[in-house]
């Protein structure tokens, strides 16, 4: 059974830091990319940003929301993937879903993590 | 950036109603549409991906359509358990994109 647990949510302040992790579980973690979305209290869903498998040189996507301040990586051998997030802001306040992009296309998340990016 | 409406943003209908909600792209994405199901509370459950292809496990009574900038998602017989939101979102193009949602509520 595939399982994506996310953890490393919580309060903030704004200009400071978190990372979040996310375990994974049930299938081949290295072969997949993988992607993170996020969604507001009360708001839809954002894609935040996605990185590729080793074949493809761990490349990464971005959000202009915030790319420069996040970074998205993995290990492949703790099955584990991981967003690190600079200079947060109020906006930045959400759920952060970890997704397994691939095969086929966002099938499985995972429960979510709440951060709260407040004073 | 590939901008997604859908339509309608709300409605209300019965058990045993047939649904259909509009998804468009703001340019041709060919089939990389995703449809998305979530619930108050929970993370979103994957319907349909390449616009027509059911996510294994998910009932046949959901089905999509569509191609280029025009989808649609069609539940054939509501049940209780389908009053949620419903999301898609267009995977053609980066950054990846996300209609804005269609509640579906009892009538």
């Known amino acids: 059974e595939v399982q994506l647990v996310e953890s490393g949510g919580g309060l903030v302040q704004p200009g400071g830091s978190l990372r979040l992790s996310c375990a994974a579980s049930g299938f081949t973690f290295s072969d997949h990319y993988m992607d993170w979305v996020r969604q507001a209290p009360g708001k839809g869903l954002e894609w935040v940003g996605r990185?590729?498998?080793?074949?493809?040189?761990?490349?990464?996507e971005y959000a202009a929301s915030v790319k420069g301040r996040f970074t998205i990586s993995r290990d492949d051998l703790k099955k584990s993937l991981y967003l690190q997030m600079n200079s947060l802001k109020t906006e930045d306040t959400a759920v952060y879903y970890c997704?397994?992009?691939?095969?086929?296309?966002?099938?499985?998340w995972g429960q979510g993590t709440l951060v709260t990016v407040s004073s | 950036d590939i901008q997604m409406t859908q339509s309608p943003s709300s409605l209300s209908a019965s058990v045993g109603d047939r649904v259909t909600i509009t998804c468009r792209a703001s340019q041709g994405i060919s089939n990389s549409l995703a449809w998305f199901q979530q619930k108050p509370g929970k993370a979103p459950k994957s319907l349909i991906y390449a616009a027509s292809s059911l996510q294994d496990g998910v009932p046949s009574k959901f089905s999509g359509s569509g191609s280029g900038t025009d989808f649609t998602l069609t539940i054939s017989s509501l049940q209780p358990e389908d009053f949620a939101t419903y999301y898609c979102?267009?995977?053609?193009?980066?950054?990846?994109?996300f209609g804005p949602g269609t509640k579906v509520d009892i009538k």
């Open positions: 990185i590729r498998n080793k074949a493809n040189s761990y490349t990464t």
């Open positions: 997704v397994r992009g691939t095969n086929p296309p966002f099938a499985y």
């Open positions: 979102q267009q995977y053609k193009n980066y950054p990846f994109t």
